[in-house]
């Protein structure tokens, strides 16, 4: 357990090497990552904590003891328990905008960003209905004390699990049907709905200086466009867009989705990592050249 902000959080680390992070989504947990732990653990360290709310980790009752600020804290409370300066920080969803918070407001502690599936709720022309639906669903959760388990599993963007892999997809179920519903409603309050939109953020991401992979399934809708303006605004950040999926591509797709982060972690570790070229910059006149 690691001590952040009146909340414990449970994490666990396997492996050793270089330190990575895994920051999961709303509707995962710290067991969402156990193909990418037993992988990630034959070179490096892989550290997965549950997000407060999110047993083992504390469940606080109080809706004000959840929000953006307290999750980043969080994050950095486990990186403090095992005594590690900094980290790669790899996350999904949920995660993956702490993870880009991480970059911008404490550079010190990020040596690389991978940001999956990030950016629910950002897109401008949407944004008013997902914080109404995610307000509405933190209600609905409070009041039947449970998750609507099956609902949220056959949506647009996580059909694809259960078409895939039906028994990841029921694995998946069984994991989010013992989240409280106390933090998974304090959550969709304090931290979903209540978090800057990643467009009111475009000039601190701008100036990010970390390495950043953006991935993102070309069937998560809420999230495409969103992570195509991420590339264009961020000359630290490299794109790519895995066919054929959704949301929760750690689970979809463990073999491709590991090979991407490896070559990327392979890649800022052994120097071989370049931002993207000023005359690539968007704008830039595709016909002259230096």
Known sequence: MAQS????????????GEPVLFMHEFAGDHRSWLDQARWFARGRRAICPAARGYPPSDVPEAAEAYGQRLANADALAVLDALELERAHVVGLSMGAYTALQLAIYHPARVRSVVA???GSGAYKPTRDAFIAQTLAMADAIA???????????TTATRIQLLRKDPLGWAQFCANLSEHPATGAANTLRGVQAARPSLYDLERELAQVDAPVLLLVGDEDEPCLDVNLWLKRIMPTARLQVMPGAGHALNLEEPAAFNAAV???LDLVETGRWRPRDPIAQPGADMYRGR
């Open 5 to 16: 902000d009146g909340a414990r959080i449970h994490y666990d680390s396997f492996g050793e």
């Open 116 to 118: 999956a599936a990030g």
């Open 143 to 153: 009041t039947a004390g449970k998750l609507p388990v099956e609902e949220m599993g």
């Open 262 to 264: 490896a070559t990327f």
